[in-house]
């Protein structure tokens, strides 16, 4: 049964079960105490914040254990903004970041901060120059993911690391999605991540922070981990988290490489076997494991519980696979379709058997869905009218988008569809179908009634 | 080997071992996905919230799991004042909380707010006449230990319960110690609690809050543990939490039946074996598996060692064991000696020869620690002095207090002798001393310098 969705939670490594089986026996008592059960906690605490220091490429006495990676960013943020907050309370991140990150600057926008969301191209990366644009005076912190966790796309990490170092600005790296594959490149000044998505245990995250970086923890706070993350050490978990970074770093030049072909492998056969589809992302400057593609004409709900009867696990940004009704921010700001969204994201050890079998059951789920909710072009009209509007208010995604792609063909090429949606994801894609469909997005508008109102011209 | 120090943390339960390994095969995908491990995930994390309220005694709904006690406590008080902000900003804690709800109160202070602690007893309980008295206008929260850590004693939580629901006053139970043993009487509004405590995994605790009452959530947050608390679940972590808790409950009456047995024989048995000790707490209103005793004349940093080289693993609130230099606040706060201190925590399990072993040992080691300190009253001067003053400055817990027992007999009956000492421990273990060896504490004065100095008159 292939678990193809590794960037929510990997499997737990080999090495971290038996590592963590072992730290119960001998790590769980108090580290804090000195009698001889509290010093061997001691001696596993220290040896894991080594191990963790040596693979994230700093000092151990800069790095905390956290309970989650969430954790560790929302620390990590509120430390550094309070730590220099008589420089100025502004916060730049990029538009894609997790919603951790994005929720930190939400509590500080809260608190009369301001937070800066630098845009992304269509691959979701942000443009160093522009990231660097923002840096301007009452910077308090910048913070980038070190690559996407919907579409695997890397950031710039090391050019806008040098225009932060340039401007004065720490940069605090999210490398939740990376880390397990290599070091994050140099100039950081914090770095967040979190254990179980490197086949680490749930709650270890940790949290470095550069020397002669200004931080002061915000919080209760107690003598552990340096004052910066309060509460008794989760140990066994941590020493496994350890273990399991090593073991995945001695194996991720290889498995990297492989998992690379397999997804190669998707990105080039799913536009050859789906219909109007769109696959999004950097094709080459992303991360080993993971790809994401969106399928016209199909609710992302409906199509990850069918790929789950067929027995693949997957991901989703649509926003009919979530309670919010919004499609994923990150998609939003790539400007790319969010409908029938997959993310696949292949853990260590997928194999390529299961890729081979993912791509053949594919094209008939997608199929089925579609037909299902009726997503077959209509005939053309015999006499094609001048324009036509579309009601679909009160529908959701996909079927704003079903209706204009039935009808499109019905007004004459320089004729116009006007959609009337109330559907947040038809905003992003209804201008994504024109451009996968050689049609032209003319622009939104409002119904007397205040309803979105979506103008496409027919062009082909 | 015996181990000790239950309170600080309990080796881990077999059925928690049992209960982390399945979860760790079944239960290490993300709760909130849809797919087949995420469901399975959901499911144990359903059962666990279950079994976990059904041992608080509240609703599932009411209970999130935390990454720690400390935690669960953090986010408790602050929701907690948060939500009741518009009423005021007081905060109420008894004067022997656990270091996490005092730190909790730190940062309110230094937030604004204002923190009343409550005054104990010689026992350690605070009397809620005077809880009560407190809860006054303004007030916006209360906390009460279900019982303490450091010595053992039963808080009166139902009477403090009926006081703060008198006066509109939510309020708090830190259950740490006790929930293992026995569900917190009724009235509480908010519980936390910590799973590591009671023989289950580090990395868990629990917080439970009353359906209506008013709890604002601060710092940043998701959409994990109703909002309560942000980051991926620690799943495997928190079914064998609540695994080993229904487990342990289910052997509490019996065990800590036992176990008040064995402490009760430690409790009778020290005065007798060792000379100059008092045992603090209260006697019968108490943990059943704990008990603290103060030894004049010894640091406890040395009787530590020297019990841990006999296999015996213990902890102190002596001031010589910590890096802070000021002895135990629950030991201030209860007006009790300091010096020497011991505290002894059975784990479930404890075998009732380890016990007979300790007590065999713990004379001789005592003994050969104030041997090694010159602990040895001085044979009484020929003509004694009407006033000696000991100049005890610079020098550590226990030498001002066997300094001061040295020349004791050197001056006539009526006579005093003045400690000069800077050692924070002084100020508490000097009239400790008085009241053990029936002598009378004038009181303290400063010498020209500026340097403490405490006045004793010879009694007896």
Redesign the interface.
């Known amino acids: 049964?292939p678990?193809f969705?590794a960037a929510?939670?990997?499997?737990?490594h080999p090495v971290a079960?038996q590592a963590?089986?072992a730290a119960?026996d001998e790590g769980?008592?108090?580290p804090a105490?000195?009698?001889?059960?509290?010093r061997r906690a001691r001696l596993l605490l220290d040896a894991a914040r080594e191990a963790a220091a040596e693979a994230v490429g700093c000092r151990p006495d800069e790095l905390v254990f956290t309970?989650?990676?969430?954790?560790a960013v929302?620390s990590g943020v509120?430390g550094a903004l309070a730590g220099r907050r008589r420089v100025g309370g502004r916060l730049v991140v990029s538009a894609v970041e997790h919603?951790?990150v994005l929720?930190?600057g939400?509590?500080h926008a809260a608190a009369g901060g301001t937070v800066t969301e630098v845009p992304v191209g269509r691959t979701g990366a942000v443009d160093p120059a522009a990231f660097a644009a923002e840096l301007g005076e009452g910077t308090a912190l910048a913070c980038l993911q070190s690559a996407n966790h919907e579409v695997g796309t890397e950031q710039p990490v090391a050019e806008v690391a040098e225009a932060c170092r340039a401007a004065g600005v720490p940069l605090l790296v999210d490398a939740a999605q990376s880390l397990g594959w290599g070091p994050v490149p140099e100039g950081w000044s914090l770095l967040a991540a979190?254990a179980?998505k490197w086949g680490g245990?749930?709650?270890v995250?940790l949290l470095a922070v550069r020397k002669g970086v200004r931080f002061a923890p915000?919080?209760?706070?107690?003598?552990r981990e340096s004052g910066r993350a309060?509460?008794?050490?989760?140990?066994?978990?941590i020493v496994a988290a350890a273990a399991s970074l090593r073991a995945v770093r001695a194996e991720a030049a290889a498995e990297g490489a492989r998992l690379r072909e397999l997804v190669d492998r998707i990105r080039a056969r799913v536009p050859e076997l789906v219909p109007d589809v769109e696959v999004v992302g950097d094709p080459v400057r992303r991360l080993p494991h993971l790809v994401t593609f969106s399928c016209l004409y199909v609710d992302g709900?409906t199509l990850?519980?069918e790929l789950?009867r067929e027995g693949?696990?997957?991901?989703s940004g649509s926003s009919c696979?979530s309670?919010t009704l919004t499609p994923s921010h990150v998609l939003r700001a790539m400007g790319v379709l969010s409908e029938g969204n997959v993310r696949v994201s292949l853990p260590a050890g997928t194999d390529s058997a299961d890729v081979d079998r993912f791509l053949a059951v594919l094209p008939g789920v997608v199929a089925s869905v579609r037909e299902r909710l009726g997503a077959a072009p209509a005939a053309a009209e015999p006499e094609p009218a001048q324009e036509l509007v579309v009601d679909a208010l009160g529908k959701r995604c996909p079927i704003p988008v079903i209706e204009l792609a039935k009808v499109i063909g019905s007004v004459r090429v320089g004729g116009t569809v006007t959609v009337l949606s109330d559907d947040a994801a038809a905003r992003l894609d209804i201008p994504a179908w024109c451009e996968m469909r050689g049609q032209r997005y003319v622009g939104e508008t409002a119904t007397p009634q205040g309803a979105p109102a979506y103008v496409v011209r027919r062009a082909t």
Request: net charge negative; no cysteine; aromatic share 8%.
């Open positions: 049964m678990y969705d929510s939670a990997a499997p737990l079960r963590l089986l119960l769980w008592a108090d105490r000195l009698y001889r059960e509290g309970p989650s990676g969430t954790r929302h509120s919603s951790s929720h930190a939400e509590a979190s179980h245990p749930a709650g995250g915000q919080g209760p706070s107690d003598e309060p509460g008794f050490e989760n140990l066994p978990a709900e990850l519980s789950d693949f696990s997957v991901s696979t309670s």
